[in-house]
């Protein structure tokens, strides 16, 4: 079984910031991308940031929106992923999900996992 948990969602005021944290656990025997995606109420849910695994050189990639002022940073050591977001607009309000594709021992195939979600509510 592999599980995602995030934490350090919130409230806060506008131009604030925010750091989500995501670890993977379970039986892991590798991760290729990682990252974050997020839904605001009555929306699809969108691509945040992801970063690549170490055999695609751990490039990054972010939605237009939150270029210059969201980072992604990755541990592979600890599969865990975060998202400092900076400059913090109303608009970034959603519940925000870890994603990660991941393969399981003894499995040949990897496949997509998310976490629980944590909500990020940007107001004054």
């Known amino acids: 079984q592999v599980q995602l948990v995030e934490s350090g969602g919130g409230l806060v005021q506008p131009g604030g910031s925010l750091r989500l944290s995501c670890a993977a656990s379970?039986?892991?025997?590798?991760?290729?991308?990682m990252g974050w995606y997020r839904q605001a109420p009555g929306k699809q849910r969108e691509l945040v940031a992801l970063?690549?695994?170490?055999?695609?050189?751990?490039?990054?990639s972010f939605a237009d929106s939150v270029k210059g002022r969201f980072t992604i940073s990755r541990d592979n050591a600890k599969n865990t992923v975060d998202l400092q977001m900076n400059s913090l607009k109303p608009e970034d309000t959603a519940v925000y999900y870890c994603?990660?594709?991941?393969?399981?021992?003894?499995?040949?195939?990897?496949?997509?996992?998310w976490g629980q979600g944590t909500q990020v509510t940007v107001s004054s």
């Open positions: 970063v690549a695994g170490i055999t695609s050189g751990g490039s990054t």
């Open positions: 994603y990660a594709n991941i393969r399981q021992w003894r499995i040949f195939s990897s496949y997509d996992y």
């Open positions: 379970g039986s892991i025997s590798s991760i290729n991308h």
